[in-house]
């Protein structure tokens, strides 16, 4: 392997926090198989195609996240028209739970000095009167494989008691993490014919139910979120360990090379 080689597997696969190279928390959980999305390869027409779909989903990530921070940070946006949905389905997620958190408490790092790993968390808040790690997904489902990235990020939160903001400072939790949660939040049309659903997404949209002879006639733009607690974090962070294991496996040479192994 080459010098450049090296470095943009330091920058692809990993953080270097306080001169320390740790390999992320996301790369480390890509190593697991992932049946949705073989399933997504292969319905694009190319693998040109799919890789410039992935490549807007990441995107509208990123601004669904700013949205979603901006009522957090109390910060006044304007939402770009085909983003309405997403707005409304924050809104209505805010009218059912009861929910806090704060700019410090965005998108910050984490480390695990044991395990050596760091990663960046979505969001901490408090949830129904439960400290909880928050992540957001505009993902067409939520899938257990999340459990793996979110307990990797709750355990180093527990176990170091603190994390960094954007300058490397550290800054404690008020308290340990107690709970930890997937926020989906996605946009929707509905046929005022025959109730299909039209689940609109940058990577394309995907017609679901309904009648498949219909001339459809979809109405206003909708949003739609779903809240999901995952349980047991000690069982799944003992599953990201084991992904850990084969993930430095695969990439020992490197890793090697680094020093990490």
């Not at 389905?89 to 480390?111: C, G, M, P, T, V």
């Not at 309904?210 to 109405?219: E, M, N, Q, S, T």
Request: neutral net charge; glycine residues 6%; contains cysteine.
């Amino acid at each position: 392997m080459t010098i450049n080689d090296l470095e943009k597997f330091k920058k692809e696969h990993g953080y270097i926090i306080d001169n320390v190279w740790y390999p992320r928390v996301t790369k480390i959980c890509e190593i697991k198989s992932k049946p949705a999305l073989y399933y997504f390869y292969a319905e694009a027409p190319n693998f040109k195609e799919a890789t410039n779909r992935k490549q807007k989903a990441a995107d509208e990530g990123k601004i669904v996240h700013e949205i979603i921070e901006s009522f957090i940070q109390r910060r006044q946006i304007v939402v770009p028209p085909e983003y309405l949905g997403i707005k409304q389905a924050f809104e209505d997620f805010l009218k059912n739970h009861s929910f806090f958190s704060r700019q410090e408490w965005l998108e910050k790092k984490i480390i695990h000095p044991l395990h050596r790993y760091a990663g960046t968390f979505d969001v901490l808040g408090e949830l129904d009167n439960n400290f909880a790690l928050i992540d957001i997904k505009t993902s067409q489902a939520i899938y257990e494989d999340y459990r793996l990235q979110t307990s990797a990020y709750l355990m180093a939160l527990n176990e170091e008691g603190f994390f960094r903001d954007e300058k490397g400072r550290k800054i404690p939790l008020l308290k340990p993490i107690e709970k930890r949660y997937i926020l989906r939040i996605n946009q929707k049309r509905i046929c005022e014919k025959c109730g299909a659903v039209m689940k609109i997404r940058k990577m394309g949209t995907k017609i679901e139910g309904g009648d498949a002879f219909c001339d459809h006639k979809f109405g206003e733009l909708l949003g739609e979120w779903e809240l999901k607690e995952f349980n047991n974090p000690e069982e799944d962070f003992k599953a990201f360990l084991g992904c850990k294991t084969l993930w430095e496996w695969e990439y020992r040479d490197y890793l090697k090379e680094i020093g990490y192994l």
